[in-house]
C-alpha cells in the first residue's frame, strides 16, 4: 500500500522491515546513532523482552484446544494448525507488523499513541468523537494492564505445572514455587528493561532456539503436516463442525497473545529491532514447534483418561532432557512476563501526561533510550495482582479461559483507533481503511464471541480487572476537570491580581518566587501568600507546565518566555507524553530565552490540596472518594517537577468535589 497523503507533521510512519531508519523511532532520542552492533543489541533485547509472552503459548495453546475438544484425530490437528498459521500471519504479521506499528507518534506506540494522533477540532461533532475514542482507549489501556496482571500467572503456571509430568508428586509444589518466581519478576523490574533485556536476551534466543529444534525434530517423522499451512485444512474443519470449531476459536487465540504489547513496546527498542526479531527468529520457531506438537499429536492421540494430563508441547522433549527443559520453560515464562510489565509501564505513563492517572513516581532506567521507565506503584500492584490470580485459579487451564476472554477485545479496539487515525490524520480512501480494519475487526470479534462461553468460567475475571482499571481513569479524569473548572471560577486572572497589587503598593523583599500554575489564572499560592506575608519577591515567575500530544518535545520550541509588569514573568512549558515534567530544566532553558533568573536565592511555591467529596459534581459520593484516595496518593509536586525539596513552600488548599 502506498503511504497515505497529507500525513501529520507529528506522526512518524515507518517505511521498512527492520532498517536502521524505522529502528530510530523507537526509543524518541539516540536509536538514530546508534552503530550496526547497537542496532543488533536493540534486536536482541527486544526478543528478550517484546517476544516472550508469544514465545510461551506453546506451552498451552494446543493443549487446550485438544483438551477442549476432547479428542484429536488427523483432519481435527490438521484444521487446527492451519487455523494458528493463518492467525498468526494475518494477526500478528500483517495487521500488527505490517499496519499497526507504523502509527506511532514520533516513534511511541500504545492506545494511547494512537488517540494523540486524532485531530482535535473545534465542532461539537469532533469533541464527540474524540470523547468515544479516548473512552475505548481507557478501556483498551485497563484490558492491558489486566494482562499484565494474567501473562505472568499463566506463563508461570503452565511452565511449573509440568514438574507434575516428572514427577506427579510434585503437584503440591507448583503454587508454592510459582509465587516465589513471581515475585522475583516485580522484583528485577527496578533495573529496568533495557538492562533485562541484555540478560534475557540470550536466554531467550536459546528459548526459541530449542522450540524451533524440537519442532523441526517432531516435523521430520511427518513432514506431512507442513501442509496445514493450505487454508482448505481449516475450511474442512470448519465445515465438519461449525459449532466446535467456533468455540475453538477461544483457545486458538492464545497463540496470538501479546500483540498489542509489542505495539506499546516500540519505545523500550524501536520499530526495526523488533522487526528483526520477529522475522528472522521468532516467527520461524514459534511455526516449527506448533507443526511439531501437531505431528506429535497425530501420532499420539490422547484417551480420554490422559486428557487432564494431556501436555504436547513436551511430548516432544527427550524423557532424559525433561528436567532441564522445565528449567528452561520457567527462565522463559519469567521473560515472558517482561512484555507485558514494560509495556504496562508505558501505558500508565501516556495515562499520568493526559491526565487519567494521578501522578505516579517514574524512575527512567536508562541515559540513552527515554522509552526505558520502571513505575514501582504500578510494578508492585501487578504484583499483588498476579498472586491474588494465582491463587484464585490454581491452574494454568483454568486461567487460560479469563486470558482468551481479554485479548480480542483489545483487538478490536486497537483496529478501531487505527482505523480512525488513518481516516482523519492521515486521509486514507475509507474503502481501503474499512476492508482492511473491517476484515481485523470481524476476525477479532468472532475471537471475541467465542469466548462469551467462558464468561461464567474465568472470563468475568479480565473483565473485572479491566472495569477496576477503566473506573479509576475515568474518575480521576472526571474528577480533575471538575475540581479545574471550580479553581478557575474561584480565581482572579492574573492581571486583574497584578492590578491589586500595584494599587495596594505591596512591599518587596529581595528574591525570586517561583509559583507553579495550570493555567493564566493568579496561582492560589501566589494569592495566599500575599495575604498573609503582605510582602512579595522583587521578581515573581509563573511556570506553568502544559502538557501536550506529542512523546517528546524538542528544548528549541519547549519555553515560552513573557514579560509581565512589576517584575513578573511568565514561563510556559510544553510537556510530552512520554516525559516527565522538569521545572529546574525548564528554568535554564528559560534563561537562554532572555529570562533573568539567578537559581542561588529562589523559593518556590506550590497548592497542596485536600479534596473533600461533598461538592456538586456530577459524579457518585463513592467515586467521589475514590478521586480523594487517589488524589491523597499521588505524587507531591516536589517529585512531580523536581523541584528542591529544600527550597519549597506549600499552601494548603481544601476543594470539594
Same mark, same amino acid.
Given at each position: 500500500?502506498?503511504?497515505?497523503?497529507?500525513?501529520?507533521?507529528?506522526?512518524?510512519?515507518?517505511?521498512?522491515?527492520?532498517?536502521?531508519?524505522? *529502528?530510530?523511532?523507537?526509543?524518541?532520542?539516540?536509536?538514530?546513532?546508534?552503530?550496526?552492533?547497537?542496532?543488533?543489541?536493540?534486536?536482541? *533485547?527486544?526478543v528478550g523482552v517484546v517476544f516472550g509472552d508469544i514465545g510461551t503459548s506453546p506451552l498451552y495453546a494446543l493443549q487446550e484446544t485438544?483438551?477442549?475438544?476432547?479428542?484429536?484425530?488427523?483432519?481435527?490437528?490438521?484444521?487446527?494448525?492451519?487455523?494458528?498459521?493463518?492467525?498468526?500471519?494475518?494477526?500478528?504479521?500483517?495487521?500488527?507488523?505490517?499496519?499497526?506499528?507504523?502509527?506511532?507518534?514520533?516513534?511511541?506506540?500504545?492506545?494511547?499513541?494512537?488517540?494523540?494522533?486524532?485531530?482535535?477540532?473545534?465542532?461539537?461533532?469532533?469533541?464527540?468523537?474524540?470523547?468515544?475514542?479516548?473512552?475505548?482507549?481507557?478501556?483498551?489501556?485497563?484490558?492491558?494492564? *489486566?494482562? &499484565?496482571?494474567?501473562?505472568?500467572?499463566?506463563?508461570?503456571?503452565?511452565?511449573?505445572?509440568?514438574?507434575?509430568? #516428572?514427577?506427579?508428586?510434585?503437584?503440591?509444589? +507448583?503454587?508454592?514455587? !510459582?509465587?516465589?518466581?513471581?515475585?522475583?519478576?516485580?522484583?528485577?523490574?527496578?533495573?529496568?528493561?533495557? #538492562?533485562?533485556?541484555?540478560?534475557?536476551?540470550?536466554?531467550?534466543?536459546?528459548?526459541?532456539?530449542?522450540?524451533?529444534?524440537? &519442532?523441526?525434530?517432531?516435523?521430520?517423522?511427518?513432514?506431512?503436516?507442513?501442509?496445514?499451512?493450505?487454508?482448505?485444512?481449516?475450511?474442512?474443519?470448519?465445515?465438519?463442525?461449525?459449532?466446535?470449531?467456533?468455540?475453538?476459536?477461544?483457545?486458538?487465540?492464545?497463540?496470538?497473545?501479546?500483540? %498489542?504489547?509489542?505495539?506499546?513496546?516500540?519505545?523500550?527498542?524501536?520499530?526495526?529491532?523488533?522487526?528483526?526479531?520477529?522475522?528472522?527468529?521468532?516467527?520461524?520457531?514459534?511455526?516449527?514447534?506448533?507443526?511439531?506438537?501437531? =505431528?506429535?499429536?497425530?501420532?499420539?492421540?490422547? @484417551?480420554?483418561?490422559?486428557?487432564?494430563?494431556?501436555?504436547?508441547?513436551?511430548?516432544?522433549?527427550?524423557?532424559?532432557?525433561?528436567?532441564?527443559?522445565?528449567?528452561?520453560?520457567?527462565?522463559? !515464562?519469567?521473560?515472558?512476563?517482561?512484555?507485558?510489565?514494560?509495556?504496562?509501564?508505558?501505558?500508565?505513563?501516556?495515562? +499520568?501526561?493526559?491526565?487519567?492517572?494521578?501522578?505516579?513516581?517514574?524512575?527512567?532506567?536508562?541515559?540513552?533510550t527515554e522509552g526505558q521507565i520502571y513505575v514501582p506503584f504500578i510494578n508492585w500492584t501487578m504484583m499483588v495482582g498476579c498472586l !491474588?490470580?494465582?491463587?484464585?485459579?490454581?491452574?494454568? @487451564?483454568?486461567?487460560?479461559?479469563?486470558?482468551?476472554?481479554?485479548?480480542?477485545?483489545?483487538?478490536?479496539?486497537?483496529?478501531?483507533?487505527?482505523?480512525?487515525?488513518?481516516?482523519?490524520?492521515?486521509?486514507?480512501?475509507?474503502?481501503?481503511?474499512?476492508?482492511?480494519?473491517?476484515?481485523? +475487526?470481524?476476525?477479532?470479534?468472532?475471537?471475541?464471541?467465542?469466548?462469551?462461553?467462558?464468561?461464567? #468460567?474465568?472470563?468475568?475475571?479480565?473483565?473485572?480487572?479491566?472495569?477496576?482499571?477503566?473506573?479509576?481513569?475515568?474518575?480521576?479524569?472526571?474528577?480533575?476537570?471538575?475540581?479545574?473548572? $471550580?479553581?478557575?471560577?474561584?480565581?482572579?486572572?492574573? #492581571?486583574?491580581?497584578?492590578?491589586?497589587?500595584?494599587?495596594?503598593?505591596?512591599?518587596?523583599?529581595? &528574591?525570586?518566587?517561583?509559583?507553579?500554575?495550570?493555567?493564566?489564572?493568579?496561582?492560589?499560592?501566589?494569592?495566599?501568600?500575599?495575604?498573609? =506575608?503582605?510582602?512579595?519577591?522583587?521578581?515573581? +515567575?509563573?511556570?506553568?507546565?502544559?502538557?501536550?500530544?506529542?512523546?517528546?518535545?524538542?528544548?528549541?520550541?519547549?519555553?515560552?518566555?513573557?514579560?509581565?509588569?512589576?517584575?513578573?514573568?511568565?514561563? !510556559?512549558?510544553?510537556?510530552?507524553?512520554?516525559?516527565?515534567? %522538569?521545572?529546574?530544566?525548564?528554568?535554564?532553558?528559560? $534563561?537562554? $530565552?532572555?529570562?533573568?533568573?539567578?537559581?542561588?536565592?529562589?523559593?518556590?511555591?506550590?497548592?497542596?490540596?485536600?479534596?473533600?467529596?461533598?461538592?456538586?459534581?456530577?459524579?457518585?459520593?463513592?467515586?467521589?472518594?475514590?478521586?480523594?484516595?487517589?488524589?491523597?496518593?499521588?505524587?507531591?509536586?516536589?517529585?512531580?517537577?523536581?523541584?528542591?525539596?529544600?527550597?519549597?513552600?506549600?499552601?494548603?488548599?481544601?476543594?470539594n468535589v
Open positions: 500500500m502506498a503511504s497515505p497523503s497529507n500525513m501529520s507533521a507529528d506522526t512518524e510512519v515507518s517505511k521498512g522491515f527492520g532498517d536502521p531508519a524505522s *529502528g530510530a523511532q523507537g526509543g524518541g532520542h539516540g536509536h538514530g546513532s546508534q552503530s550496526a552492533r547497537g542496532f543488533f543489541m536493540l534486536a536482541l *533485547g527486544s485438544v483438551i477442549k475438544h476432547g479428542s484429536a484425530d488427523r483432519p481435527f490437528v490438521m484444521g487446527v494448525l492451519s487455523l494458528v498459521f493463518w492467525a498468526l500471519l494475518l494477526i500478528v504479521v500483517l495487521k500488527y507488523q505490517v499496519f499497526i506499528m507504523r502509527a506511532t507518534n514520533r516513534g511511541e506506540g500504545g492506545l494511547f499513541s494512537l488517540l494523540s494522533l486524532l485531530p482535535r477540532g473545534l465542532a461539537r461533532r469532533s469533541d464527540l468523537r474524540l470523547a468515544f475514542f479516548g473512552m475505548i482507549a481507557i478501556f483498551g489501556s485497563a484490558r492491558l494492564r *489486566g494482562f &499484565g496482571v494474567i501473562t505472568p500467572s499463566i506463563s508461570v503456571l503452565s511452565a511449573m505445572e509440568c514438574l507434575s509430568v #516428572h514427577n506427579p508428586a510434585l503437584e503440591s509444589w +507448583i503454587a508454592p514455587l !510459582t509465587t516465589v518466581v513471581l515475585v522475583f519478576i516485580f522484583a528485577v523490574q527496578r533495573f529496568g528493561t533495557g #538492562h533485562i533485556g541484555k540478560v534475557f536476551g540470550p536466554v531467550m534466543i536459546l528459548w526459541f532456539t530449542v522450540l524451533g529444534v524440537l &519442532g523441526a525434530r517432531s516435523v521430520l517423522q511427518d513432514p506431512s503436516v507442513l501442509e496445514a499451512v493450505n487454508p482448505l485444512h481449516a475450511v474442512r474443519l470448519v465445515a465438519s463442525d461449525p459449532g466446535s470449531t467456533f468455540l475453538l476459536l477461544g483457545s486458538i487465540v492464545l497463540v496470538v497473545t501479546g500483540a %498489542d504489547a509489542r505495539y506499546a513496546d516500540i519505545g523500550h527498542f524501536g520499530i526495526g529491532p523488533i522487526r528483526i526479531g520477529w522475522f528472522s527468529i521468532v516467527w520461524p520457531c514459534l511455526l516449527l514447534n506448533y507443526f511439531g506438537q501437531g =505431528a506429535w499429536i497425530i501420532a499420539n492421540p490422547p @484417551t480420554p483418561e490422559q486428557l487432564s494430563e494431556y501436555k504436547p508441547f513436551y511430548g516432544l522433549v527427550p524423557a532424559s532432557l525433561v528436567i532441564p527443559m522445565v528449567v528452561l520453560a520457567t527462565a522463559a !515464562t519469567i521473560i515472558a512476563s517482561q512484555a507485558m510489565i514494560s509495556g504496562v509501564f508505558s501505558m500508565a505513563r501516556q495515562a +499520568i501526561r493526559l491526565n487519567y492517572l494521578p501522578r505516579l513516581k517514574v524512575v527512567h532506567t536508562s541515559s540513552a !491474588t490470580t494465582v491463587f484464585l485459579f490454581r491452574s494454568a @487451564t483454568a486461567l487460560a479461559e479469563a486470558y482468551g476472554m481479554a485479548v480480542p477485545a483489545v483487538m478490536v479496539i486497537t483496529s478501531l483507533l487505527f482505523a480512525e487515525v488513518a481516516l482523519r490524520t492521515w486521509r486514507w480512501k475509507p474503502w481501503i481503511v474499512w476492508s482492511v480494519m473491517g476484515t481485523f +475487526i470481524a476476525i477479532a470479534l468472532l475471537f471475541l464471541a467465542s469466548n462469551v462461553a467462558k464468561l461464567l #468460567h474465568g472470563g468475568w475475571y479480565a473483565l473485572a480487572i479491566a472495569a477496576v482499571g477503566a473506573t479509576v481513569m475515568l474518575t480521576w479524569h472526571q474528577g480533575s476537570l471538575a475540581i479545574g473548572r $471550580r479553581l478557575a471560577e474561584q480565581t482572579e486572572s492574573i #492581571h486583574e491580581f497584578l492590578a491589586r497589587l500595584w494599587a495596594e503598593v505591596i512591599p518587596r523583599v529581595p &528574591g525570586t518566587a517561583v509559583f507553579m500554575t495550570p493555567s493564566a489564572q493568579a496561582p492560589f499560592a501566589l494569592i495566599s501568600f500575599v495575604t498573609h =506575608a503582605h510582602v512579595l519577591h522583587e521578581q515573581v +515567575i509563573l511556570l506553568s507546565m502544559v502538557p501536550c500530544d506529542e512523546p517528546y518535545v524538542n528544548d528549541r520550541d519547549r519555553v515560552a518566555v513573557r514579560w509581565m509588569p512589576d517584575g513578573c514573568w511568565s514561563v !510556559t512549558s510544553q510537556v510530552g507524553v512520554m516525559e516527565e515534567p %522538569d521545572a529546574l530544566r525548564v528554568l535554564a532553558l528559560a $534563561r537562554e $530565552r532572555g529570562l533573568p533568573f539567578d537559581d542561588t536565592n529562589v523559593t518556590y511555591f506550590a497548592r497542596k490540596m485536600q479534596i473533600v467529596p461533598d461538592g456538586q459534581a456530577p459524579m457518585a459520593r463513592w467515586r467521589k472518594s475514590l478521586y480523594a484516595l487517589l488524589h491523597s496518593n499521588a505524587a507531591d509536586v516536589t517529585s512531580a517537577f523536581n523541584l528542591p525539596s529544600d527550597r519549597v513552600v506549600e499552601f494548603g488548599v481544601s476543594s
